[in-house]
């Protein structure tokens, strides 16, 4: 069993980054994909990108491609959102999640954060 904490989200202006950090606490660790999704009120929760268990295989929606990356330690049990450029659109409660299949799909993912608020400015 995993317990993930979200870190990172702030308020910032359009055009500046943030890092989202995922810190899990827990075994096995290495034998989950992670993901990070989003919501806005009134929304329904949407798939940002997920990482591997290894860290070799990423995949984004499109609108963050090219700007958002991540990246796992999996000797610190960790995992970043690094976004770049960011938009008004971006703004949302960021959520971290991990799971036995590295994919999209909520369904997949078993264990979740609470989340961590990300508000852009224009």
């Known amino acids: 069993q995993l317990q993930l904490v979200e870190s990172g989200g702030g308020l910032v202006q359009a055009g500046d980054s943030l890092t989202l950090s995922c810190a899990a606490s827990?075994?096995?660790?290495?034998?989950?994909?992670v993901a990070w999704f989003r919501q806005e009120p009134g929304k329904d929760r949407e798939f940002v990108g997920a990482?591997?268990?290894?860290?070799?295989?990423?995949e984004y929606r499109d609108s963050v491609k090219g700007r958002f990356t991540l990246s796992r330690d999996n000797a610190k049990n960790t995992v970043s959102l690094q976004m770049n450029n960011l938009r008004p659109e971006d703004t949302a409660v960021y959520y971290c999640?991990?799971?036995?299949?590295?994919?999209?799909?909520?369904?997949?993912?078993?264990?979740w954060g609470r989340g961590t608020q990300v508000t852009v400015s224009s």
């Open positions: 999640a991990a799971g036995g299949a590295f994919s999209s799909m909520q369904r997949h993912y078993t264990y």
């Open positions: 827990g075994r096995f660790f290495t034998s989950y994909a």
């Open positions: 990482i591997s268990r290894g860290g070799s295989n990423t």
